[in-house]
C-alpha cells in the first residue's frame, strides 16, 4: 500500500497569513500515460465530514474558495491558504488514488495563532 | 439535491456482526463507485471498502478483508457494508463516500459523502 506522511501534524497560523501543509507519498502517483498526479486534498471541520477541496493534485473543486491552491508532483505535494480565514480552522488530510487501494494521510490540524 | 445517508451503526459486542445502510438521493447509485470510510474517535480517516461503478468489482482494506461485505441495491438505491466478526478496532464513525465522478472503475476521490453513523464494540 502507499503510504501518505503529512507535516506537521499540527500548524497555527495568524489570520490573513499564509497556510501550507505538505503530503509526501511512498511512491510516485503520477500516472505517466495521463500525467496527472492522482492525489486529492479534503478538509474536516469539528463534528463534520470530509469536504473534498482539491483532486488531480491542484484542480479545485467547484465551490471552494480560490485562497486554497495545490501544487508538486511525484511523491511532494502541498496544499496552500494563501489568506487564513477563520472558518479554515480544521484538520486537512490529503490522500492517494493511484493504488487499486485508496489512502489518506494521518492529518494536519490547522489552527488561529 | 444529492444526499447520502447513513443507518444501522450501534453497540455490538466483540466477534458479532453489524450491517450499516447508506441511502442515496439524487443520483443513481450504480452510476459512481461508492466507498466506506471510517474514523475513529479522535483520529484519522480510514478507507475500507468500495464497489465499482459497475458492480463487478469490489475493494477491500487489509484490515477488513474477510470480515467485510461490501453490497448494493440498485433497485433501492442503497449501498450496504456487512461487518461480520467485529474487534474493538473496528468502532468508528462509518461513512459512506460518492466517487466524485461517474464512471465504472473502482475509488478515487470522494464527494459528497453522509453524515456518518457510529459503530461501538464493546462487551
Known amino acids: 500500500d502507499i503510504v501518505m506522511t503529512q507535516s506537521p501534524d499540527s500548524l497555527a497560523v495568524s489570520l490573513g497569513e499564509r497556510a501550507t501543509i505538505n503530503c509526501k507519498s511512498s511512491?510516485?502517483?503520477?500516472?505517466?500515460?495521463?500525467?496527472?498526479?492522482?492525489l486529492a486534498w479534503y478538509q474536516q471541520k469539528p463534528g463534520q465530514p470530509p469536504k473534498l477541496l482539491i483532486y488531480?493534485?491542484?484542480t479545485r473543486e467547484s465551490g471552494v474558495p480560490d485562497r486554497f491552491s495545490g501544487s508538486g508532483s511525484g511523491t511532494d505535494f502541498t496544499l496552500t491558504i494563501s489568506s487564513l480565514q477563520a472558518e479554515d480552522v480544521a484538520v486537512y488530510y490529503c490522500?492517494?488514488?493511484?493504488?487499486?487501494?485508496?489512502?489518506f494521510g494521518q492529518g494536519t490540524r490547522l489552527e488561529i495563532k | 439535491e444529492v444526499q447520502l445517508l447513513e443507518s444501522g451503526g450501534g453497540l455490538v459486542q466483540p466477534g458479532g456482526s453489524l450491517r450499516l445502510s447508506c441511502a442515496a438521493s439524487?443520483?443513481?447509485?450504480?452510476?459512481?463507485?461508492m466507498n466506506w470510510v471510517r474514523q475513529a474517535p479522535g483520529k484519522g480517516l480510514e478507507w475500507v471498502s468500495a464497489?465499482?461503478?459497475?458492480?463487478?468489482?469490489?475493494y477491500y482494506a487489509d484490515s477488513v478483508k474477510g470480515r467485510f461485505t461490501i453490497s448494493r441495491d440498485s433497485s433501492k438505491n442503497m449501498l450496504y457494508l456487512q461487518m461480520n466478526s467485529l474487534r474493538a478496532e473496528d468502532a468508528a464513525v462509518y461513512y459512506c463516500?460518492?466517487?466524485?465522478?461517474?464512471?465504472?472503475?473502482?475509488?478515487?476521490?470522494?464527494?459528497?459523502w453522509g453524515q456518518g453513523t457510529l459503530v461501538t464494540v464493546s462487551s
Open positions: 490522500q492517494q488514488y493511484f493504488g487499486t487501494l485508496p489512502t
Open positions: 439524487g443520483f443513481t447509485l450504480s452510476s459512481y463507485a
Open positions: 463516500a460518492r466517487n466524485l465522478v461517474a464512471g465504472t472503475g473502482g475509488p478515487n476521490w470522494f464527494d459528497p
Open positions: 511512491q510516485s502517483v503520477l500516472y505517466s500515460s495521463n500525467n496527472k498526479n492522482y
Open positions: 488531480w493534485a491542484s
Open positions: 464497489i465499482s461503478g459497475s458492480g463487478s468489482s469490489t
